[in-house]
């Protein structure tokens, strides 16, 4: 029992050690479309990131994806988006 423990909690610090430099697909794909307003997680989201933590810009990409019916958001989308904001 004691043997798990130590293993289990040598997992945890493993996932915790690894270092979060990679970014998302999402940012990714925005900055190879040229959106340069999308520069991290915090340009969606408010907080911790997650489906109910979206601020003006992802609450907006969730409705365009809706009106859409698409199966996921498509960064591309924010070109109208920032378009409209100026």
Same mark, same amino acid.
Request: proline share 5%; aromatic share 6%; glycine share 4%.
């Given at each position: =029992?004691?043997?798990?423990? +130590?293993? +289990?909690?040598?997992?945890?610090? +493993? ?7 990679? @970014? ?10 040229g959106i340069t307003q999308i520069t991290t997680c915090m340009s969606c989201h408010v907080g911790k990131p997650s489906k109910t933590s979206l601020n003006d810009?992802? !609450?907006?990409?969730?409705?365009? =994806?809706?009106? !859409? !019916?698409? @199966? ?5 989308? +924010? @070109?109208?988006?920032?378009?409209? @904001?100026?």
């Amino acid at each position: =029992m004691r043997c798990s423990n +130590l293993l +289990l909690a040598a997992a945890a610090l +493993l996932v915790v050690a690894v270092p979060a430099s990679a @970014k998302p697909a999402f940012l990714k794909k925005a900055k190879e479309d040229g959106i340069t307003q999308i520069t991290t997680c915090m340009s969606c989201h408010v907080g911790k990131p997650s489906k109910t933590s979206l601020n003006d810009t992802g !609450k907006w990409l969730v409705k365009e =994806m809706k009106e !859409k !019916k698409a @199966k996921e958001v498509d960064p591309i989308w +924010l @070109k109208e988006y920032f378009a409209k @904001k100026k």
